[in-house]
């Protein structure tokens, strides 16, 4: 008889999932791992985020000054349609993981996927652009949910640093976050748009390196996967993936040659992906016989904050694209006399995730068994996204003529508050969805978490269409008081939350 997909090939050795002796409060208290983990996620985040900083503007720049042209509201949305892209293959990265590579293998072919798009981005020709993109969205869906998962796996599901740990990891992304719009901004602006994707590709190279360099003091490192396929099993899934894969590429370039395939429909179909990924996952999940029924309790409020993190996100990731926009050509980039790139505002909220995580990883460890449940954490994150959206509306408002440009720090205030909101979001998120998790799905309910951003990016695609078509005070406003509304309800769930959260705290 056949084995299922649930069979393993060999036993697994305990030891192996577990990182080496001594290791355990190595790094500030912490798994030597985190450090690891952590440092590859500062430059996979300097390439990725240094890369997205200059992308909407790359698209928006004319043809003379090495851009593709587009107008504002299309370059907005096809960023944003790439973004859905590669939260997406964050599923398949997911289930790679859990079944066939394991998670350091998983995370380590992703990120060369990631070094090799970023160097095919530094090409100047519109068609290694679209080629980069690719590689760097099938690399990210490989890497991401991965890397976080492994955080997860240094800490018991009891241990109370957890939350703090996801925090200092979340640190090391938005140091990543900070310095790559530094880097890559000031080339594309001053050398060209290809010299800052060169930029981020070689940061990339050197988060590989960091990352093979640590790999003794990562939990899991040894096993291929922790459900694998049996051989056949496997065999045949691989044939099919790459099967898939090449059909895919057939079939998209044909419709594209006979002209059915433009990029308006391709961001379209993006969306309704994006919309019926997550419903579809998370049934398969409320289905599946390897679910226990105590799992599937704890997926029901997962469900809600799934839906908080779209809230958020759809406000977070723009800005990468409307704000970069609305800095580019109604604020100043002088700041006492110092002018400076518009993509040097990306690194305003990379700088404050990395002032504040801290801080909140200090609190939460301070406060222990006191501190606020994290659905509430998610519920304040989500209603300061909105707030920072809410604010744009002030200094937007009542200013006619092409000349105004608004100072400064409105748009870095606005990017306070959507930085807290980010560092209490995603760390308790993040920690929430690793505690969660079915044991059979642990790599793929992070993926899923990763799912919420694909969504967010999804929606962002569509709704970024009518930006510059209604005014700046409505589009900021709506959009902002949409996100302090969810959060709003969140809290108001929060018992219900807490009763049926457990363990999460």
Not at 170 to 194: C, D, Q, R, S
Request: net charge positive.
């Amino acid at each position: 008889m056949s084995r299922t997909v649930t069979d393993i090939d060999e036993p697994r050795d305990p030891e192996a999932d577990q990182p080496p002796p001594g290791d355990d409060h190595a790094f500030l208290g912490h798994p030597r791992g985190l450090a690891t983990l952590s440092g590859l996620e500062v430059w996979e985040r300097f390439s990725f985020l240094g890369m997205q900083a200059i992308l909407v503007l790359y698209f928006a720049d004319t043809v003379a000054n090495g851009g593709l042209g587009m107008d504002p509201a299309t370059a907005a949305s096809v960023s944003a349609a790439y973004g859905t892209m590669v939260y997406l293959v964050s599923v398949a990265g997911g289930w790679l993981a859990d079944r066939i590579l394991g998670s350091y293998r998983a995370v380590l072919s992703g990120g060369i996927l990631i070094a090799c798009g970023h160097y095919a981005m530094a090409v100047p020709t519109a068609a290694m652009t679209w080629v980069g993109l690719g590689l760097i969205s099938a690399g990210t869906g490989l890497l991401k949910p991965n890397v976080a998962s492994m955080v997860g796996k240094l800490y018991r599901t009891a241990d109370q640093r957890r939350d703090a740990g996801f925090a200092l990891y979340y640190m090391g992304i938005n140091i990543g976050a900070f310095a790559g719009p530094l880097v890559t901004a000031w080339f594309g602006e001053n050398k060209g748009w290809h010299w800052g994707f060169s930029a981020a590709a070689v940061g990339m190279t050197a988060g590989l390196v960091q990352y093979v360099l640590g790999r003794r003091h990562l939990a899991g490192r040894k096993h291929s996967a922790e459900y694998a396929l049996a051989p056949d099993a496997m065999r045949t899934a691989v044939r099919r993936i790459a099967g898939g894969c090449v059909a895919f590429a057939a079939v998209a370039t044909l419709l594209a040659v006979v002209g059915w395939l433009t990029m308006g429909r391709f961001v379209d179909l993006l969306t309704l992906v994006s919309v019926i990924a997550p419903v579809v996952y998370f049934t398969l999940m409320f289905r599946s016989p390897r679910v226990s029924a105590e799992e599937r309790g704890r997926l029901r409020p997962y469900v809600v904050l799934f839906l908080a993190s779209v809230a958020f996100n759809f406000i977070l990731f723009q800005a990468y694209s409307t704000m970069m926009l609305l800095a580019s050509t109604n604020a100043r980039t002088e700041i006492l006399g110092f002018d400076f790139p518009a993509g040097w505002y990306a690194s305003a909220l990379g700088a404050f995730e990395v002032l504040l995580a801290p801080v909140v990883a200090a609190l939460w460890a301070r406060m222990g068994p006191r501190q606020p449940h994290a659905s509430n954490k998610i519920a304040i994150g989500v209603i300061l996204g909105g707030l920072s959206f809410l604010l744009m509306v002030i200094p937007t408002s009542g200013h006619g003529g092409e000349a105004y440009r608004m100072a400064a720090w409105w748009i870095v205030g606005s990017y306070l508050l959507l930085g807290l909101g980010d560092v209490l979001l995603e760390t308790s998120g993040m920690s929430a969805t690793t505690k969660l998790a079915p044991k059979a799905y642990a790599n793929q309910t992070m993926a899923l978490w990763f799912l919420s951003l694909a969504l967010a990016n999804g929606i962002q695609a569509q709704v970024v269409k009518v930006y510059g078509t209604v005014s700046d005070p409505v589009y900021f406003g709506v959009n902002g008081a949409i996100a302090v509304a969810v959060g709003l309800a969140v809290i108001a769930m929060a018992p219900w939350l807490r009763r049926t959260m457990h363990p999460v705290h």
